[in-house]
């Protein structure tokens, strides 16, 4: 039986997110460290404790960029923003659900004109604009199969800000851009009637990992400054249009590779990616000989310990420094006027979509995945789907 991160492994996206020149450590994903005095005080006033927000706060232009280069005088940060993804593992009979968790240290906007004279002082309650915490992700549910190596998505559903999205059907581009179905003899037309329609497709990536064992694996689209998630990039409404650099994160099993500030300063990356219609084809386009970096998973579940101090998010959900209530749901602790309220960021058991039907509840993207997928309408199509749990740890099962 496959262990929780084999299965997360085997099914773990590709993070494709786009960074604005504004902020770049602001458009990096990384993880929370509950151990260390100065961090632990970065959840409860992130733009003012943490010096890995604090120490970047000027307009990154292009100009500004050439001249710290040209002078060698780039900063230095004291704190890394190495990329880490929280997952969980759900199982019934024949289905797992993996939720994968994106954490950004800031949910960030600047007016045009502003430049960074906004963030010099305290920052306004304006939660749903600029904010302490981020963090959105997705579901992942795959059918069960005997050999771990050919699990894959049957759907993927994404957090984006307030809403729910759904994508099935897995597809590669070649180099002029043509679309090619990766599975043949699939009925596009299997959740037509659905109560929750499907927005798009699954896009695939060719992953060759630091061990040269290549992986198909889905893309998920980060946008910047909101970071909300999509499998598909959309158009400047969602932070893909325009000449903004995009790096792209692969799970690894090994290490992880902090992004480096500036796109010109990238290293060659460890793994590679590739659009090609097969391992084996040359009619894709190979990508990414830059800003290719490997994140590394982290179970939602897991404990703090000396081993591995920066874990401990399910752990925390009753630790008021992390987590405070609101309207009955958990979010991410802000401090305000001496103050700790809850802020907008939640975690993935607090999840919701404000246009879900009534019968499904807050969190049910990770706590009630069944329910939410037969709620859907997507469970009465997928081979022996039921919502009889195997392992489901948020319900203690």
Known sequence: MPTELQIAYQLAPVFVQRVHHQNPRGDFITRIDFTDPENLMSLLDNWVAVNRLKEHRFDWSK?????????????????????YIY?????????YFVVYAAYHPQDWYIKP??????????????????????????????????DINK???????TLSHLDFYSYAFWYLTDKVGREFPVFKNVDENIYKGAKENIDGKIWAVWHTDENGTVTMRPQLFVEFKGHGIKAEKEGDKTGWAGDYRTIRYCPSLECTDEPALFREESPAPVV???????????????????????????????????EHPARGLWESRNTPEVFQPRGGLKCFAVLRNGR??????????SWDDKTDPSDVKTGWLATHPAELILDYGYGEKL?????????????EI
């Not at 904010?131 to 959105?136: K, Q």
């Open 113 to 146: 004109g502003e430049g960074f004279e906004a963030f010099n002082g305290p920052l306004p309650d304006l939660f749903d604009v600029n904010h302490e915490h981020d963090m959105e992700g997705a579901l992942v549910v795959a059918r069960k199969r005997s």
């Open 63 to 83: 100009e500004i960029w050439g001249r710290l280069l040209r002078s060698k005088q780039a900063p230095r940060f004291k704190y890394k923003l190495e990329p």
């Open 383 to 395: 081979i022996g789907f039921t919502d009889n749990y195997f392992r489901n740890k948020y319900r």
């Open 87 to 95: 997952y969980s593992v759900v199982e019934t009979d024949n289905y």
């Open 151 to 157: 699990l894959r998505a049957d759907i993927i559903i």
């Open 340 to 349: 700790l309220k809850a802020g907008s960021a939640k975690p993935p058991w």
């Open 272 to 306: 590679e990616l590739d659009y090609r219609t097969s391992p084996d084809s040359t009619s894709g386009d190979r990508i990414a000989r830059k800003e290719v970096y490997r994140y590394m998973l982290i179970d939602i579940f897991e404990e703090n310990t000396r």
